[in-house]
């Protein structure tokens, strides 16, 4: 059982700071593309960034320049900073991973945490 447990939202003030942590656990054999997205009520959920196993990034252009993702392979875990934050990059966060185990490639995705952004 694969599972991916994200951490580390919370409220900030506009121009403050946060990151995120996503852990994946259960039967990997190899964690492929990361990713981060986030969802607002009533709107789709959109991709934040991503980073893939050779660790090329790709960012929306709403966070370029304020957010980095990064990956920690050793502890199967993906990380957001996010810096400057807006008031519109408050949201629900969710961690996307692509995995391998032994038997298959499959897609799994985190419970979320909230990100407010708020003075």
């Known amino acids: 059982q694969v599972q991916l447990v994200e951490s580390g939202g919370g409220l900030v003030q506009p121009g403050g700071s946060l990151r995120l942590s996503c852990v994946a656990s259960?039967?990997?054999?190899?964690?492929?593309?990361m990713g981060w997205y986030r969802q607002t009520p009533g709107k789709q959920r959109e991709l934040v960034a991503t980073?893939?196993?050779?660790?090329?990034?790709n960012y929306a252009d709403s966070v370029k320049g304020r957010f980095t993702i990064s990956r920690d392979n050793a502890k199967n875990t993906v990380y957001l900073q996010m810096n400057s934050l807006k008031l519109e990059d408050t949201a629900v966060y969710y961690c996307n991973a692509a995995v391998r185990d032994l038997f298959r490639d499959f897609e799994i995705w985190g419970q979320g945490t909230l990100v407010t952004v708020s003075s």
């Open positions: 259960g039967n990997i054999l190899r964690l492929k593309a």
């Open positions: 980073i893939f196993s050779g660790d090329s990034t």
